[in-house]
């Protein structure tokens, strides 16, 4: 991982110092798709505000029997969606390499 960006966020427990250090908001659907207790998916969207304005970046989170290891689905699901539109909200998701541990 780059140091620089470690050390900007002060990245010792993950997503949540990103979060607190730009003050992120979200909102998020309360149910986007069920499947009978075997996972759950939802829409997440993160939004900070910027010189500019407001950002808002939209992603998804998705639990099930597969990818976790809990039988918490929506925290799942919510953890996972909130990580992935943070990370897109600050331009550090997907290509750069950066993903939130449970990926």
């Not at 969207?45 to 998804?60: D, I, P, S």
Request: hydrophobic share 35%; proline share 1%.
């Amino acid at each position: 991982m780059n140091e620089a960006f470690l050390e900007k966020y002060g990245l010792v427990t993950g997503i949540s110092k990103i979060v607190s250090y730009h003050d992120l908001n979200f909102e998020w659907t309360d149910n986007l798709e069920t499947r009978d207790n075997e996972g759950v998916a939802i829409r997440i969207t993160a939004e900070m505000q910027t010189e500019f304005g407001l950002k808002q970046e939209t992603m998804y989170g998705e639990a099930n029997a597969k990818n976790c290891n809990y039988p918490y689905y929506w925290a799942g699901a919510l953890n996972r969606g909130k990580a992935r539109s943070t990370l897109m909200l600050i331009g550090a998701y997907g290509k750069k390499g950066y993903y939130m541990e449970e990926e």
